[in-house]
């Protein structure tokens, strides 16, 4: 079965750079979450789309951006990077409105900010 | 607010036994969904096994299977016939739904060893 994929797998930045990190979510899914797991850390929400319009926003610094395009996939636009924003960004995807309880994780995307 | 705890930072066991994990969480609505997760070595985040709080059936998944306690706020993960395989980081998640949407509230997470 085919499951959300997420590029690239791996990044490295200098500070105050700019980093985009995608998703691709499952297919019919329509609703699109992104996670950040600090080292050692539980994931935390940052920001979810549903049917292309954000549906809710969590401990997402001004400096990150979010959008879901028409095809659904979702990019995570991050400026401005500090050494704290090294983490795991997990995007998710949940299925249509009756049916999207179940959030299916991507690989994620491993940030290091030097 | 929403706040879930998993009071075990480590557990061990030994290959072919059985283990619960714990979890509690607190919450003022009626009708939510649970997680357990899986985070093995290589990061990823894998479901192991879902509960809707409008069950009373405790939810199974071949080896996995929970122990439900709604009025107690209970949301135990147990293992049994335990295997190399099983060796990862477990997180307890709850699912908020604020206005329509909806977002996943992990607990701190119980490191899983296997001993062979």
Redesign the interface.
Known sequence: AAGVIQSPRHLIKEKRETATLKCYPIPRHDTVYWYQQGPGQDPQFLISFYEKMQSDKGSIPDRFSAQQFSDYHSELNMSSLELGDSALYFCASSPDRIRRDTQYFGPGTRLTVL | AQTVTQSQPEMSVQEAETVTLSCTYDTSESDY?L?W?KQPP??????VI?Q?AYKQQNATENRFSVNFQKAAKSFSLKISDSQLGDAAMY?CAY?IT?Q??????????TRLTINP
Do not use: N, W
């Open positions: 969904y997680f997760y290589s990061r990823q985040m894998i479901l879902r809707e997180f699912r604020i329509g949407a909806q977002k996943l509230v992990f607990g701190q997470g």
